[in-house]
């Protein structure tokens, strides 16, 4: 990543695939980084927050620098001119990745996934969906032709996890190292 980038905001958005734990936990770990981040959540995010953890929606925002309305197409990420190190979708819908996969920019995630493409900037799409159809297949590869990062959070065990947090710490990481932050958070492997 270039010098000049390091020090541009990562935009994190949150959709509302099941695993919202990892928009979540980047946005603690990019905190903790001193990573500014800006935030936008889909109206099925603050759904899934409620029901797969412990989190409320301010609690949330709260880890953020700047939060956005998903229906501020308005907002400053939705312009080029706004220069960012680029989006990590975490989790990634389906809905959103036919929408990237498209130009379909309907709401603020998918315009500033857009704008990411558009300018040549890193959008990193942590897709969570299993099984995958032909269909779902057919759009990450054409997100992926179009310059997008297929991410989808997929364990690793070389690391020798402890827990689901190991988990989630590794799928992170490995999203982390494509916008070029340097952190800590799995062991990389050494060779045997």
């Avoid at 928009?23 to 981040?37: H, I, N, P, S, Y």
């Avoid at 032909?134 to 179009?146: C, I, N, Q, T, V």
Wanted: net charge neutral; hydrophobic share 45%.
């Amino acid at each position: 990543m270039p010098q000049e980038t390091k020090n541009l905001p990562l935009i994190v958005a949150i959709t509302g695939a099941t695993g919202v734990i990892y928009g979540v936990e980047m946005l603690r770990v990019l905190k903790d980084l001193g990573q500014e981040t800006h935030l936008i959540l889909s109206e099925a995010a603050g759904l899934n927050l409620s029901i797969e953890t412990q989190y409320s929606l301010d609690e949330v925002k709260a880890l953020a620098d700047v939060v956005y309305s998903n229906k501020d197409v308005g907002a400053a990420v939705a312009s080029g001119s706004f220069r960012t190190r680029g989006m990590i979708v975490a989790p990634c819908t389906i809905k959103t990745l036919s929408a990237v996969a498209n130009s379909f920019t309907y709401n603020l995630v998918v315009r500033a996934a857009d704008v990411c493409l558009k300018e040549r900037r890193t959008l990193v799409l942590m897709v969570r969906e299993t099984p995958l159809h032909k269909g779902h297949l057919e759009l990450m590869s054409r997100a992926a032709d179009y310059g997008a990062v297929i991410l989808p959070p997929m364990p690793a065990f070389y690391h020798q996890p402890e827990s689901i947090m190991d988990l989630v710490h590794q799928s992170i990481g490995k999203a982390l190292d494509q916008v070029g932050i340097e952190h800590q958070l799995f062991k990389r492997w050494a060779g045997h």
